[in-house]
C-alpha cells in the first residue's frame, strides 16, 4: 500500500506541477486601445432564470461596446416563470439589439440544443456564450475584441469565477473553481488545454459550423463547453487561446445549499468518462486516486492496516502543491482573502471528491427540473 501510495503521490504531484508552471506561461492579456471592429453574437439559453437575469440584465446594459457590433440572442428552454417578461421590460426603451427565442430540441442535451439554435439564426461571425446567472464585466466584448485584432485566433476560453462569496459553503466551492481555473490556465500554458466553461467562451461561427457542433457527444447533457474545447484543439492549437486577463472575468453564484453542490458536482462528473483527450483522462484518473488513497489511508490507519507517517506525508505533498497552483490563481481573480478556508476546505475535499466521483457512476442527475440517467 505504501509503495501504491506513492507512486499516486509522484504522478499527482507531477502533472499538478506542470500545471502551475503553465499557469505562469500564459502571460496576462492587456486590453488595447484598438478600435472596436469584431461582430459578435451573444448566447444566453434560460430556463426559468426570473431570479437570477435581473443581475445579468444589468451587466449586459452596461456593456462598454458599441451596441452595433453586437446582438444578443435569448433562447428560453420552456420556461414556466417570469424570465421572458423580465427580459423583454428590461430592453423597453434600449437600442440594444436582442431577440428571444424558443429553444428547439433535438437531442438528449437541451443546453447544446439550445446554443445550436441560436447559432442558426446568430448574423454575426463570431460567437460568445455565457450563462443566465452570470454577471459580465464591462469591458468584456472590448477584451475579446482586442484579443481577436492582436491574435491569430478561432477559439477563446475566459476566465470564470464566483461573486457573493459568504458562507463556508461558498468559499468551499470558490476553492474549488479557482483550482478548476488553474488547472483550466495551466492546461492552456503547457500546450495541452482540456477545461474550460461555457460562462465564458467565444468562437467562430464557422469553427463551430465546420466541427458539425455538438455532433458526436450530444447524448451527455453537460459538457456543452469541454467537448466543443476537445473538437476545436484537433483543429490547431495555435488557433485556441486563454484570455488571461481581470477586464474578462466572469462571475456567477455559487450552489446555496450542500444538496444542490452535490447535483452540480455529479454532473460535471458524468462527463468525465467520455473525455477524448489522454492527458485530460490522465489527470482526471490522478485526482480521483489521489483523494481515493487519502481516504483509504485514513480508513487503513483506523484499522491499524498503514502507519500514519504515510497519510501524513501524502497528505503534505497533495496540500502543499494545491495550495501553490490556487494561491496563484487567487491572485490572478483577486481573491487571497478567502485562502483562510483552504486548510479546512483540504480535509473535507478529499471524501467530497471521492463521493462525487462514485456517486456519478452509478447515479443520474437533476438539472433545471429534468432528470437525466447516466
Not at 175 to 191: E, H, M, P, V, Y
Amino acid at each position: 500500500m505504501t509503495f501504491v501510495a506513492l507512486f499516486i503521490g509522484v504522478v499527482y504531484l507531477i502533472i499538478i506541477a506542470k500545471l502551475v508552471v503553465g499557469f505562469d506561461k500564459v502571460p496576462d492579456f492587456q486590453l488595447q486601445e484598438n478600435t472596436p471592429k469584431t461582430q459578435f453574437s451573444i448566447v444566453i439559453p434560460f430556463r426559468n432564470e426570473a431570479e437570477n437575469l435581473p443581475k445579468l440584465l444589468k451587466s449586459l446594459g452596461n456593456l462598454n461596446y458599441p451596441i452595433s457590433l453586437f446582438e444578443i440572442i435569448f433562447v428560453n428552454d420552456e420556461s414556466t416563470d417570469d424570465s421572458v417578461s423580465i427580459i423583454g421590460n428590461y430592453f423597453i426603451g434600449k437600442q440594444i439589439n436582442y431577440k428571444v427565442i424558443p429553444n428547439h430540441r433535438s437531442s438528449n442535451s437541451p443546453k447544446k440544443d439550445a446554443i445550436s439554435t441560436a447559432i442558426g439564426l446568430a448574423k454575426n461571425e463570431w460567437i460568445v456564450t455565457t450563462d443566465a446567472d452570470c454577471i459580465v464585466p464591462k469591458y468584456w466584448l472590448d477584451c475579446f475584441d482586442s484579443f481577436i485584432q492582436t491574435n491569430n485566433t478561432n477559439f477563446i476560453v475566459g476566465p470564470v469565477t464566483y461573486h457573493n462569496v459568504t458562507s463556508f459553503l461558498h468559499k468551499f466551492q470558490l476553492l474549488d473553481i479557482l483550482s478548476l481555473q488553474g488547472a483550466t490556465i495551466g492546461g492552456f500554458g503547457i500546450g495541452k488545454p482540456f477545461l474550460c466553461n461555457g460562462a465564458n467562451l467565444t468562437y467562430k461561427k464557422d469553427l463551430f459550423n465546420t466541427l458539425n457542433g455538438f455532433e458526436g457527444n450530444n447524448v451527455i447533457a453537460s459538457g456543452d463547453d469541454i467537448f466543443m474545447l476537445e473538437k476545436a484543439s484537433k483543429t490547431g492549437l495555435n488557433h485556441v487561446h486563454y484570455l488571461k486577463s481581470t477586464n474578462a472575468i466572469v462571475t456567477t453564484t455559487a450552489e446555496k445549499s450542500f444538496k444542490l453542490l452535490l447535483a452540480q458536482r455529479i454532473r460535471w462528473a458524468a462527463k468525465t468518462s467520455k473525455y477524448s483527450g489522454y492527458f485530460s483522462k490522465i489527470t482526471a484518473l490522478s485526482v480521483f486516486a489521489m483523494n481515493a488513497i487519502l481516504v483509504c489511508l485514513l480508513l487503513f490507519w483506523v484499522m491499524d492496516l498503514s502507519p500514519l507517517r504515510t497519510l501524513v506525508y501524502l497528505f503534505t505533498l497533495k496540500f502543499c502543491i494545491d495550495f501553490l497552483l490556487i494561491f496563484k490563481v487567487s491572485r490572478f481573480f483577486e481573491q487571497e482573502q478567502y485562502l483562510g478556508t483552504y486548510v479546512p476546505s483540504s480535509f473535507l475535499y478529499p471524501f467530497f471528491s471521492v463521493y462525487v466521483a462514485v456517486i456519478s457512476i452509478f447515479k443520474g442527475y437533476k438539472w433545471k427540473g429534468r432528470s437525466y440517467k447516466k
